[in-house]
């Protein structure tokens, strides 16, 4: 089992910057792939980032990239959202989410743990 708690989310200006984090517990860090996932208001989840768990290698949607960073402590058993030039349509509940895999993948469907997500509101 893995425990997944987000955190850092809040209302931002349009162009602001957040940094999300998210702790986890139960296993092996290490042996993770971590990835972040964000649900706005009456819309599908979807795909934000991800990271492979030695963090050599990363993923964007191609929404987020240039803006968003993700990157992992191991050490601290943390992976991390840095999100810069935020839009009102970043809007959107966070979660981070965990796969067992050394794979790193956009399918939700993929990854075996979630947090409880943070909301993230981006003013205009």
């Known amino acids: 089992q893995v425990q997944l708690v987000e955190s850092g989310g809040g209302l931002v200006p349009a162009g602001g910057s957040l940094r999300l984090s998210c702790a986890a517990s139960?296993?092996?860090?290490?042996?993770?792939?971590m990835g972040w996932f964000r649900q706005a208001p009456g819309k599908e989840r979807e795909f934000v980032a991800a990271?492979?768990?030695?963090?050599?290698?990363?993923s964007y949607a191609d929404s987020v990239k240039g803006r968003f960073t993700v990157s992992r402590d191991n050490a601290k058993n943390t992976v991390y959202l840095q999100m810069n030039s935020l839009k009102p349509e970043d809007t959107a509940v966070y979660y981070c989410?965990?796969?067992?895999?050394?794979?790193?993948?956009?399918?939700?469907?993929?990854?075996?743990?979630w947090g409880q997500g943070t909301q993230v509101t981006v003013s205009s």
């Open positions: 990271i492979r768990w030695s963090g050599g290698f990363t």
């Open positions: 989410a965990a796969d067992v895999s050394p794979l790193v993948t956009m399918r939700e469907d993929r990854y075996d743990y």
């Open positions: 139960g296993r092996t860090f290490s042996t993770l792939s």
